[in-house]
């Protein structure tokens, strides 16, 4: 027999010296180390950085990759490290979050930093400070502006007011406020006395979020059509803001009160037999992406679960696909649009669902604008500082609705609508006006 050892016999576990030894503590301290995934996951690529389009317009900005994981790890070794006030030039656009190859979770990163910022770091008497929680809390002016629609769209988009605004708050008077419907959507749901269809089976709770509530009810009204000629029972709970524009501007309990409410309520209609959809793809990414990551609420998970965004359920669950390529839009919307897929859709995957669903529909031409970010990130725009570098970022995505033969837009992310009007002057409609236009006399 040779002198080599019997592979068979060789045990891989134990070490094979014969001595004793003592296990060494790796991480003294493991109980407080951060493992969670994404956190430490970051080679260095640079893809977050190419992809930002604050980056690319502002050359003192330094970037997603120092945003997330590399201010990440200063806080994992500093007790004392102060968050870098550049984070407030972050415009929560998420093109980071959704181009990092090794899965990074850049966007519970800057959402973190941003909180830590604001409650730690920024002065509460400040004017950014006040103008920024006013912005982030738009549920609230549009509630009373809604009280008085008229008088408000008068005041908001008059001159000196506006001037005043810019002096004191600054809010660009450049832009212009969106409108406030003289009838919300839950006045006019009330008022037509709720769900038309009901169904043991089949039912959607819709989550309207503030926009298609006070100032696009339209988009609202043709979600409920558009599901009930499906055969669906729609259910409206009550419902607060979505959070999007308080994680934007770093204002974490705002937007852990608002949603609890919308966790309680929502998961109480999931357990109704609903799934969830938004109308909106910031709303629809919240509650699925940005709630799970940030709070810890009983039913967040099974909220997150059941949230899709409207036109990704009609794909997913109904034939409306087949109808309309069967179908032939004629009269108001009988159009070319040129359409913009939302930052915060592309983070969903959600990117190609309109320019795929209206492919065969008679009548109407919809052309993809390209992968540019329209600039606005929901209160991002509003701000004086940044307004310029909002209309740069955005100038590619004009061009290109210019260059295409639309001449009416489309996108279903209503702050994104709201520069697509302010840079083109075109009027712009949401897909489920469209799929409303289709296939409901
Ligand atoms: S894309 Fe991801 S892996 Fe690459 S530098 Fe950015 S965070 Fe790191
Ligand atoms: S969220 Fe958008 S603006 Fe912010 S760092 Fe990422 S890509 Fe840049």
Redesign the pocket.
Known sequence: MSDARDPTQFDPVVPNTGEEYEPLEVFPDDEDFDLRPGAD?????????TNCPVAEVDDDFPG??FQ??EQWRLKQTDDDYEIDPSISECSNCLR?DT????G?N?AQMHNTARGEYVDNQMSKLSVKYIRNRILANYRTSAYFASMFPRTANFFMNFGPVRWAMEKVLHVPSEREFPEFATQTFRQWWSERGGAKVHSDDKKIAYFHGCYSNYNTPEVAKALVRIYEHFGYEVMVPPQKCSGTPMFANGMLDDARRHAETNVEELTAAIEEGADVVASCTSCSMALRNEYPELFDIDGIDDLAAHTYDAVEYLRIHTDVRQELEAAEVSGELEEEFAYHAPCHARNQGLERQAIELFRDLDGVAVEDVGESCSGISGTYGWKSEKYEKSMEIGSEMFEHMEESEGTTGMTECPTCASQMEHGTGYEVRHPLELIEAALID
């Open positions: 996951s970051c080679y260095k690529c640079s893809t977050c950085d997603p990759k997330g994981p980071c181009s990092c190859p090794s990074v850049l």
